[in-house]
């Protein structure tokens, strides 16, 4: 079974920066997009980036595009978000896990706890 374990969220300014982690257990971690979700209050959980085995392919939602930016160390077993110009609407609790296929659904059955970010105005 994999474990996932997010790290790095924190209260921030509009405008600031964080980095998450995301690390995870298992031999073969590089078989496997990750990606990172997010839920808001009241709103369902969406995916705001994704990144392929290698690391040479990656997705943004409209909503961060530009902004945020994924990336991998696989010596690692680690994944993670760089987020910049951070926004009151980016509030949520964020999660990583696999994901597959065209709409990059989350592939592990188990989740981490996830790591909250909150932006104030």
């Known amino acids: 079974q994999v474990q996932l374990v997010e790290s790095g969220g924190g209260l921030v300014q509009a405008g600031g920066s964080l980095r998450l982690s995301c690390a995870a257990s298992?031999?073969?971690?590089?078989?496997?997009?990750m990606g990172w979700f997010r839920q808001a209050p009241g709103k369902e959980r969406e995916v705001v980036a994704a990144?392929?085995?290698?690391?040479?392919?990656?997705y943004y939602a409209d909503s961060v595009k530009g902004r945020f930016t994924i990336s991998r160390d696989n010596a690692k077993n680690t994944v993670y978000l760089q987020m910049k110009s951070l926004k009151p609407e980016d509030t949520a609790g964020y999660y990583c896990?696999?994901?597959?296929?065209?709409?990059?659904?989350?592939?592990?059955?188990?989740w981490g706890q996830g790591t909250q970010i909150a932006v104030s105005s």
């Open positions: 990144i392929s085995g290698s690391g040479g392919s990656t």
């Open positions: 896990n696999a994901v597959a296929g065209p709409a990059r659904d989350p592939q592990f059955g188990s």
């Open positions: 298992g031999r073969t971690f590089s078989s496997y997009a």
